[in-house]
């Protein structure tokens, strides 16, 4: 039996920490179908790796690879969201972490590019899925979903990169020369980014200017990368975008961070939230099921509402909010009058 990992689609966020864990720990006799920008682990003991380019021609020559290889008794791991596009003799398992996979969602603020791939993919996924593959999901959230939506079954795996608890380091000269809140995230619509901006002008208008720590890539999320620093520079605000990050990288910034701030909308599982959670860090999430599904926030906010989040931001910081002042109805009267005078 030939465990075969087939991820030709799989190379950078959580999805590439995940793939990158699972690689580190298969044997030498599984062979992994790989996307090219996906590092890997040359070692004569890793198993055989068979890189494509990320086009097109290469991915479908990828499912040609597939299929005229797994044979009947062996595992195909489908580590991208979607099962394989030849009806497959081996046992398939489909492990599925991209929540626009199915259901309804508004696509209007994706590139044409972007949503011409999304609804392939998405056609794709429910077209070539058999009954008998098996789908695996993160969250009892995303299996109640799907179900809803497809009418598809799944078994809930929860994957980490490792189970091991680490570390925080506690070190305050790095705490006080760091960073008060950190997200870290890509830049797909979904992730919010635009609203914990407006969220960080709400503050620094009250003269409140916490620092945050951005992971946004300036090549392929160069308009979100330049939101940022357009609104760095109007508002005079706090914030370092350090682009995308090695996995190690992440974890030195999670150590350098007072806590994690997590907008995001929609999410299949939010690894993040379970690092920082591992971790110790305070977390400033959304109230929404995929957050509960993992861990409990220390403050929740509306992700719709940048005024909600800078609320939270201000409750975590242990600073009042202002309040309206209320008046009774002799006074309002009085007011009414004398801007009717004026």
């Keep these: 039996m030939t465990l075969f990992v087939h991820a030709p689609n799989v190379h950078q966020g959580g999805g590439r920490t995940l793939l990158s864990a699972l690689l580190s720990h298969v044997d030498k006799t599984a062979f992994c179908v790989l996307d090219e920008r ?7 003991s890793g198993p055989t790796v068979h890189s494509i380019k990320p086009t097109l021609a290469s991915r479908f020559g990828a499912e040609v690879l597939l299929s005229g290889n797994a044979k009947a008794g062996d595992t195909v791991l489908c580590f991208g969201n979607l099962p394989p596009l030849f009806k497959s003799k081996a046992s398939v398992m489909v492990f599925l972490q991209n929540r626009y ?58 994957f980490i990169a490792t189970k091991n608890k680490a570390t925080l380091v506690s070190d305050s000269d790095t705490k006080a020369s760091g960073f008060d809140f950190v997200y870290v995230s890509s830049a797909e619509p979904h992730k919010n980014h635009a609203t914990l901006l407006d969220a960080w002008v709400i503050l620094a208008e009250q003269g409140v200017r916490p620092s945050l720590a951005l992971t946004v890539s300036k090549d392929s999320a160069a308009h979100v990368a330049q939101l940022i620093d357009k609104k760095t520079g109007t508002h005079d605000l706090k914030i370092t975008n350090f ?28 690894l993040p939230l379970l690092e920082a959670n591992q971790l110790g860090l305070p977390i400033l999430a959304p109230e929404l099921d995929y957050v509960r599904d993992v861990i409990d926030p220390n403050q929740t ?11 939270a931001v201000l409750r975590h910081l242990n600073i009042s909010a202002p309040k309206t002042d209320l008046i009774d109805a002799s006074e309002f009267l009085a007011r009414i009058q004398e801007r009717g005078k004026a």
């Design 38 to 44: 996906m590092p890997t682990n040359n070692a004569d």
């Design 101 to 158: 996979m199915f259901g309804r969602h508004d696509f209007s603020r994706f590139s044409l590019g972007a949503r011409v791939r999304l609804m392939l993919e998405r056609w794709w996924f429910r077209s070539r899925m058999q009954s008998g593959y098996q789908i695996i999901v993160q969250s009892p959230t995303m299996q109640k979903e799907l179900k809803n939506s497809l009418g598809f079954d799944s078994i809930v795996v929860p």
């Design 243 to 270: 682009g995308v990050l090695k996995h190690g990288e992440v974890q030195a910034l999670y150590n350098k961070s007072k806590a994690l701030i997590f907008p995001s909308k929609l999410e299949s599982f939010g």
């Design 301 to 311: 906010f509306d992700p719709n509402s940048p005024t909600s989040i800078a609320r």
